[in-house]
């Protein structure tokens, strides 16, 4: 066993970097790569000991592995969770938290303005089996009071929202969940862990997409669900040991890496996010713009209680419409369109004819996404690079 990094609680920068490292009796620096799907034993009896339960040892890279066991104990310690467990991708661990803790009968409460896959689980999936659902807008404290004055089973929410930046009340939804018998799931995509802790405010699982800020460089696909041993171990563990969403361990691996940055690359995006908000909202090409920490955004006071910053991306309408938003999209230069976030190139997307395509248009509407509405995932490039090259994308909406 090494010795312990600490007997003082670590930082999340140190965390980031050196949480869950694993090393082997070769001692090499980096994390190491195990790219194996079985383990060996050495003798028929030690095999059947660790079926039993009564000796610790790897078994199959679908029930753990060395080098996802690192990754799982390094965002375990930077969440301050007990346990974490890793998943294939972000909906595969969105998925199996709901799917694992749900029986037909049940019922679920959920933010309407939510990642588009995760709202089809919600809308169709769930109810397949049974289970009856309900939407209301994360932001009305008073529609969630409403929806959980019957018993509930499980609450899903996302803060900030995916596009519209909307903020729900993480410390109320939760009391008023937990009274109505309900578990309460928070998806931290946008926020990451840096800038928002949820189980400080009474959540009680909360899910990440790692393809997002922690792998961050567009590599690889990944996800995480993390909350108290007890209910990962006896509810989440089960499911996910049976059906088989494990994440490879070169994933893993990459996101470990990735993770080694996460506290220089998330709020460097942040403080660039916040630069671009500012300069849009002088712009009059631009009608409306949603950034936590402008002085115009609704729930700036409820979004500071609760995180730490304003995060990575901005929301915001060209006043001309679909098509001035598509002709200022084909102008930009340096930032690319792609649907994807929380990468270091910066990238933007137009919400209504892509990642809520799908999602009916009066639903869309209720949402506050309209046909001029851009998603600008901020990037690592220098800030005045970015500047620059929004505004001669504006200017390019002027010139007709
Ligand atoms: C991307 C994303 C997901 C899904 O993650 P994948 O890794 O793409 O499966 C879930 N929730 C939010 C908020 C996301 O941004």
């Not at 980031?16 to 028929?44: H, P």
Request: proline share 4%; glycine share 8%; with cysteine.
């Amino acid at each position: 066993m090494a010795k312990p990094l600490s007997d003082k609680p670590l930082r999340p920068a140190t965390l980031l970097v050196r949480g869950g490292t694993a090393r082997t009796n070769i001692d090499e620096t980096s994390e190491a790569l195990f790219l194996t799907s079985g383990y060996v034993y050495d003798s028929a009896q030690q095999a059947e000991n660790v079926f039993l339960g009564t000796e610790q040892h790897f078994q199959y890279s679908r029930f753990g592995n060395p080098t996802v066991q690192m990754l799982e104990d390094r965002l375990a310690a930077l969440e301050g969770a007990e346990a974490c467990r890793a998943t294939a991708t972000g909906m595969a661990a969105v998925s199996s938290a709901m799917l694992s803790h749900l029986k037909a009968g049940d019922r679920v409460v959920a933010s309407r303005a939510l990642f588009g896959s995760c709202h089809w689980i919600v809308s169709t999936l769930l109810p397949r089996y049974g289970i009856r659902t309900e939407f209301v807008d994360g932001g009305d404290l008073d529609a969630w009071e409403k929806a959980l004055s019957t018993p509930a089973d499980l609450v899903l929410l996302e803060t900030p929202s995916n596009p519209m930046l909307e903020i729900v009340d993480l410390r109320a939804v939760s009391e008023l969940a937990h009274r109505a018998g309900a578990v309460v799931v928070v998806d931290n995509v946008f926020a990451t862990p840096l800038l928002q802790r949820p189980l400080e405010f009474g959540a009680d699982v909360v899910v990440y997409s790692a393809t997002k800020h922690f792998d961050g460089q567009g590599r690889v696909l990944g996800g995480a669900v993390l909350g108290t041993k007890k209910w990962i171990e006896e509810v989440l563990q089960p499911f996910t040991r049976n059906t088989g969403p494990s994440i490879s361990p070169f994933n893993a691996w990459v996101i470990l890496k990735g993770l080694e940055t996460l506290h220089l690359r998330v709020p460097a995006m942040c403080r660039s996010a916040e630069a671009i908000a500012e300069m849009l909202e002088t712009r009059p090409e631009v009608s409306r713009v949603a950034y936590p920490t402008l002085r115009s955004f609704p729930a700036r006071e409820l979004a500071m209680r609760q995180m730490s910053a304003g995060g990575t991306m901005v929301t915001f309408d060209l006043a001309g419409g679909k098509e001035a938003a598509f002709r200022f999209m084909d102008a930009l230069r340096i930032v690319d369109v792609s649907n994807n976030l929380g990468d270091s190139k910066s990238l933007i997307t137009h919400p209504a004819t892509t990642t809520h395509m799908r999602v009916a248009e009066e639903e869309r509407a209720r949402l506050g996404i309209t046909a001029g509405t851009v998603r600008f995932s901020v990037g690592l490039e220098d800030v005045d690079d970015l500047l620059e090259d929004v505004a001669q994308a504006l200017d390019a909406l002027r010139a007709g």
